[in-house]
T-cell receptor, first 111, second 111 residues
């Protein structure tokens, strides 16, 4: 157990509304990641963070923003949700030995 | 060329069979490798780490071929419970490194 909690775990929202997903970790890991996973595409990196207020874009960052004001929390925001953002979102941390551990996922449906 | 490539499968095998699948990587500077197992609608979970030429854990063996830049996962005496998707990810040190996962190989073990 890497102490990663994602919330909400399931959400249905309407197109055009803002949505924030939260990733919380309990072990002060420096690196945190947000991935989305879709059939036929595998895990794709959205944004990542390498410290408080230090974030950078991944390969599919358009339409997403992130914030990390505390070591333990990494927030992913969809400013105006679109149907193409319907997906499962996984938060991950990088632990010792460069091992990646994932949260349980957040299932988002945009209708 | 993608950083990580995997045959998506599915590999259909009977119980008790031995099955192997490969993960090719493009960056020769990759230093260590990780295999993850992902069950349907679950998060990926670490199966095995490979820091040198290979690793063995029970029925699972990972072999690294640096010359040809691939890592293989061998599963002996397949169980029904081995049915899952297997993902690989290489790791290398350096500020520009971002964990990039393969799309995964689907394994179905049937009675």
């Amino acid at each position: 157990d890497a102490g990663i909690t994602q919330s909400p775990r399931h959400k249905v929202t309407e197109t055009g509304t803002p949505v924030t997903l939260r990733c919380h970790q309990t072990e002060n890991h420096r690196y945190m990641y947000w991935y989305r996973q879709d059939p036929g595409h595998g895990l794709r990196l959205i944004h990542y963070s390498y410290g408080v207020k230090d974030t950078d874009k991944g390969e599919v960052s358009d339409g997403y923003s992130v914030s990390r004001s505390k070591t333990e929390d990494f927030l992913l925001t969809l400013e105006s949700a679109t149907s193409s953002q319907t997906s499962v979102y996984f938060c991950a941390i990088e632990s010792s030995g460069n091992t990646i551990y994932f949260g349980e996922g957040s299932w988002l449906t945009v209708v | 060329r993608k950083e990580v490539e995997q045959d998506p499968g599915p590999f259909n095998v009977p119980e008790g069979a031995t099955v192997a699948f490969n993960c090719t990587y493009s960056n020769s500077a990759s230093q260590s490798f990780f295999w993850y197992r992902q069950d349907c609608r679950k998060e990926p979970k670490l199966l095995m780490s490979v820091y040198s030429s290979g690793n063995e854990d029970g029925r699972f063996t990972a072999q690294l071929n640096r010359a040809s830049q691939y890592i293989s996962l061998l599963i002996r005496d397949s169980k029904l419970s081995d049915s899952a998707t297997y993902l690989c990810v290489p790791f290398r040190a350096g500020g520009s490194y971002i964990p990039t996962f393969g799309r995964g190989t689907s394994l179905i073990v049937h009675p």
